[in-house]
């Protein structure tokens, strides 16, 4: 503005001055800085510029680690052109942006609008969203106005972990509280004819059989039953890995896979009991933490399962080693508070001491070190049915990625040697997919 009122005495004195004098070179002069104001002039922004801008986020309920789309509108809602308008979205400190720019610079005329998209990595939590600052210039670039203005549709990324729909085949939602097994014995379902034997009940004997042939045969039905299903999350700080900057570690990811299993878990009707391995007690609901280990069943009064899976989580969004690889633990677990006192053996006897005799064991863990297949021989040599859930953060294209991934692997094995089932999840993919292509084998006639 100070220039241009200076262009503006400029001109005047030159005028003056050449009409004074009669000389024609300095009225030609006068035409510089006469020209710097007339542009000035027909480029000065409107009296009251309006700009709206409105957000939306695809998928506005995501799961941790996935990518959300976010898009930006902005619209001039006045009549006069706007020559240079530029839009920064207020993107919370907590999510990063992997693609795109939450940046846009344009032109709009009256009533026109421009689109730009940019995706962030979910992480568990709600994050709001600041208003996008709008900075206006006027074509000379002379004239500015910058203002917040608030934005229109989604105004907070919810991540909050609660499943959308039932990970778990639906026949598991119509016969809650049993699991059949490979033995005859009483229930509905025909399983083989033995020899009868004396005592066998009469309304369990084969008599068409008996008619045919002339001997006694006793019918056996596949025996079912109750099963109590103990969710376990390896919140330890060893799991506290990421695959790439901005993404959740892979006990976030642990976590939230056994929030996903107990939702679906509950809402079909089955007893579900969960512990937590690496937490801090003092947290309403948790109950006593011993050694980093906290547990809640429906038994014991005063526990609640979700303030378990909620402590497992915050563990998680704590910081740890970076880098998709992660590296094997000490000797000992550290406890939630960084202490190191309880061995890894000790952990896995405190799991299984707390375990009904029937109770079938799904361990949720990034597999980042030994320490799972310590537990899963130890569940094995007690007779206990286990499944593994782990988030695979490998894959890096660099030496430690490979060794990382080759680790895992092993790993894997390891589980399945011991006898039990590993849903390998690769967090590319929806968990819900994982879970209904491998949990099906195991929990499709719970």
């Not at 089955?270 to 069943?297: C, F, I, M, R, Y």
């Not at 038994?299 to 590296?327: C, Q």
Request: contains cysteine.
């Amino acid at each position: 503005m100070t220039d241009r009122y200076g262009a503006l005495g400029a001109v005047l004195f030159l005028t003056a001055v050449g009409l004074l004098f009669a000389e024609p070179a300095l009225l030609a002069a006068a035409a510089v800085p006469l020209v710097f104001v007339v542009y000035g002039a027909v480029s000065a922004l409107p009296p009251s510029p309006a700009v709206g801008v409105e957000r939306s986020l695809s998928p506005e309920d995501p799961p941790p680690g996935s990518r959300v789309t976010v898009t930006l509108t902005v619209e001039n809602d006045g009549e006069a052109l706007l020559p240079d308008v530029r839009v920064v979205d207020g993107v919370p400190n907590e999510l990063s942006v992997v693609e795109g720019s939450p940046r846009v610079a344009c032109s709009l005329r009256g009533g026109e609008s421009t689109t730009v998209e940019y995706e962030v990595v979910a992480k568990r939590g709600e994050y709001g969203f600041e208003s996008p600052t709008v900075r206006l210039r006027s074509l000379s670039a002379d004239r500015r106005a910058t203002a917040s203005v608030p934005a229109e549709g989604a105004t907070t990324l919810d991540c909050t972990g609660r499943a959308p729909q039932s990970p778990l085949p639906e026949a598991a939602q119509f016969r809650a509280g049993t699991l059949p097994t490979d033995r005859g014995g009483s229930g509905i379902e025909f399983h083989s004819v033995r020899e009868y034997r004396h005592g066998d009940p009469l309304r369990r004997i084969d008599w068409r059989r008996y008619a045919k042939t002339g001997e006694l045969g006793t019918v056996e039905f596949r025996e079912e039953r109750a099963v109590r299903i103990s969710l376990v999350v390896d919140a330890r700080s060893v799991g506290r890995v990421i695959r790439e900057p901005g993404y959740p570690t892979g006990t976030e990811l642990s976590a939230y896979a056994a929030r996903r299993l107990y939702d679906s878990l509950t809402d079909a009707g089955h007893e579900v009991s969960v512990g937590a391995v690496g937490v801090d007690g003092g947290a309403p609901g948790l109950g006593p933490v011993t050694a980093g280990l906290a547990w809640a069943s429906p038994d014991d009064a005063g526990t609640d399962p979700v303030a378990v899976l909620d402590a497992a989580m915050r563990s998680g969004a704590g910081t740890g080693p970076s880098g998709p690889a992660g590296r094997r633990s000490d000797p000992v677990a550290a406890d939630g508070a960084g202490r190191y006192s309880a061995p890894r053996a000790s952990r896995a006897e405190a799991i299984v001491s707390r375990l009904r005799p029937n109770a079938h064991v799904v361990l949720a863990t990034p597999l980042v070190d030994d320490w799972p297949l310590e537990l899963a021989r130890t569940l094995a040599v007690r007779g206990h049915e286990f499944t593994v859930v782990s988030p695979n953060l490998t894959g890096a294209d660099t030496p430690g990625g490979t060794v990382a991934g080759v680790e895992r692997s092993l790993r894997v094995r390891d589980v399945e040697t011991a006898g039990g089932s590993v849903v390998d999840w690769d967090v590319d993919r929806p968990l819900g997919v994982a879970l209904r292509e491998s949990l099906h084998r195991l929990l499709g006639g719970v």
